[in-house]
């Protein structure tokens, strides 16, 4: 049986963090160079659907594709869905999404929710007092379990 490929991204910060933020392109559907945005992405696990900013939709002339009310921790609100093309570093993810089209609060221009965070392996480490956090598509067979390591130093 041939094995899959897998594409890797880990990202270690000296300090430890509260927020997870790293680089992404976002691309129009259908593509366009001149329709693509670098911006910064949090990663949100309470977050059932990726969203992107007013702004970003306006750079990349994103049509509504439909409407979805969505839940947040404050309310309730009725959003434009947009389909983009998410650009990972190192390509673990280059795909299309729909995503939500909404106020980001983190000073970013877009949240990576579940949606995209299920179709692989995530995993956070905090030793040393700081932060590495590592991700990879598609999951592994195995999977990361700390318990297994309780007795390590």
Same mark, same amino acid.
């Given at each position: 049986?041939a #094995? #899959?490929?897998h594409a890797t991204?880990?990202y270690?910060? =000296?300090?430890?963090?509260?927020r997870l /933020? @790293?680089?992404v392109?976002? &691309?129009s $559907?259908?593509?366009? #160079?001149?329709l693509s945005?670098?911006?910064n992405?949090l990663?949100?696990? *309470?977050?059932?659907?990726?969203a992107?900013?007013? =702004?970003?939709r306006d750079?990349?002339?994103?049509?509504? $594709?439909?409407? %979805?009310t969505?839940a *947040?921790? &404050?309310s309730s609100? =009725?959003v434009?869905?947009v389909?983009i093309?998410?650009e990972?570093? !190192?390509?673990v993810v280059?795909? @299309?999404?729909k995503?939500? $089209?909404?106020? @980001?609060?983190s000073?970013t *221009?877009?949240i990576?929710?579940?949606?995209?965070i299920s179709? *692989?392996d995530?995993?956070?480490? !905090?030793? !040393?007092?700081q932060?590495?956090?590592s991700f990879? $598509?598609p999951?592994?067979k195995?999977k /990361?379990?700390? #318990? %297994?390591r309780? !007795?390590?130093?």
């Amino acid at each position: 049986m041939a #094995s #899959s490929k897998h594409a890797t991204l880990s990202y270690y910060f =000296e300090n430890k963090q509260d927020r997870l /933020i @790293i680089p992404v392109q976002i &691309h129009s $559907v259908p593509f366009n #160079s001149m329709l693509s945005v670098s911006i910064n992405a949090l990663w949100d696990t *309470g977050a059932m659907m990726s969203a992107i900013t007013l =702004e970003t939709r306006d750079k990349l002339k994103a049509p509504s $594709v439909d409407r %979805k009310t969505i839940a *947040g921790i &404050h309310s309730s609100q =009725e959003v434009d869905i947009v389909s983009i093309m998410l650009e990972m570093p !190192n390509s673990v993810v280059k795909k @299309i999404f729909k995503v939500a $089209v909404c106020n @980001i609060t983190s000073n970013t *221009g877009m949240i990576i929710g579940m949606d995209i965070i299920s179709l *692989g392996d995530f995993a956070l480490s !905090n030793g !040393n007092n700081q932060t590495l956090f590592s991700f990879a $598509v598609p999951p592994y067979k195995d999977k /990361i379990d700390f #318990s %297994k390591r309780q !007795n390590d130093s």
